[in-house]
């Protein structure tokens, strides 16, 4: 089975530094995608960045990075140089396989605050 | 583009009372999902649709929820009858059928319809 965990329920960041949001997870399926969603108070769930498995390189989109190390099984996002509108909910999830048509494992998430 | 809307956003119901959300997926896409998220807890898969068929129920938590895809357009959600637990954010999301050279399919996520059973 598949499980995330989110170990931090609240972060603080001063704006303009950079913070690491940290994510575990457990599977024994060789092929697996991980994903971080961002979940403002307006409620939508916005898509961060993708890493696959199999991937060689940790993905960086923009300011977002995904310090991916397989042999711990974690998916850590790094935010780069923090604005207040980071200021969020942030969901990291799983699947099984590549394709993205499978369904999402969540974990419970992290509340960022940005601190001006 | 639209992106995919949840209808309707808040509903207010009586234990017993019975509840029907929907869900209008970004035109096109085949993959429909929708998942839950209880106060405090992680947001758990209930179900995915593939056009109009049902690829995965294995998420939802008993009979009294039932799920359709009506001609593989939007879906809807019924809880009949509605219990207390039944309280949390409802979030559909959608994506595209498997796309040759695509890394990955983008699930695309609607606002949520938050359901407060009383």
């Known amino acids: 089975a598949q499980k995330i965990t989110q170990t931090q329920p609240g972060m603080f960041v001063q704006e303009k530094e950079a913070v690491t949001l940290d994510c575990t997870y457990d599977?024994?399926?060789?092929?697996?995608?991980l994903f971080w969603y961002k979940q403002p108070s307006s409620g939508e769930m916005i898509f961060l960045i993708y890493?696959?498995?199999?991937?060689?390189q940790n993905a960086t989109e923009g300011r977002y990075s995904l310090n991916f190390q397989k042999a711990r099984k974690s998916a850590n996002l790094v935010i780069s140089a923090s604005q207040l509108g980071d200021s969020a909910m942030y969901f990291c999830?799983?699947?099984?396989?590549?394709?993205?048509?499978?369904?999402?494992?969540f974990g419970t998430g992290t509340r960022l605050t940005v601190i001006p | 583009e639209a992106g995919v809307t949840q209808f309707p956003s808040h509903s207010v119901i009586e234990k017993g009372q019975t509840v029907t959300l929907r869900c209008d997926p970004i035109s096109g896409h085949d993959n429909l999902y929708w998942y839950r998220r209880v106060m405090g807890k992680e947001i758990k898969f209930l179900l995915h649709f593939v056009k109009e068929s049902k690829q995965d129920e294995s998420g939802m938590p008993n009979n009294r929820f039932l799920a359709e895809r009506t001609g593989g357009t939007y879906s809807t959600l019924k809880v009949q009858p509605a219990e207390l637990e039944d309280s949390g954010v409802y979030f559909c999301?959608?994506?595209?059928?498997?796309?040759?050279?695509?890394?990955?399919?983008?699930?695309?996520f609607g606002p949520g319809t938050r359901l407060t059973v009383l």
């Open positions: 599977t024994s399926d060789p092929s697996y995608g």
């Open positions: 890493q696959g498995s199999y991937d060689q």
């Open positions: 999301a959608s994506s595209q059928g498997r796309v040759a050279g695509v890394k990955h399919n983008e699930q695309f």
């Open positions: 999830a799983m699947t099984r396989g590549q394709t993205g048509a499978n369904n999402l494992f």
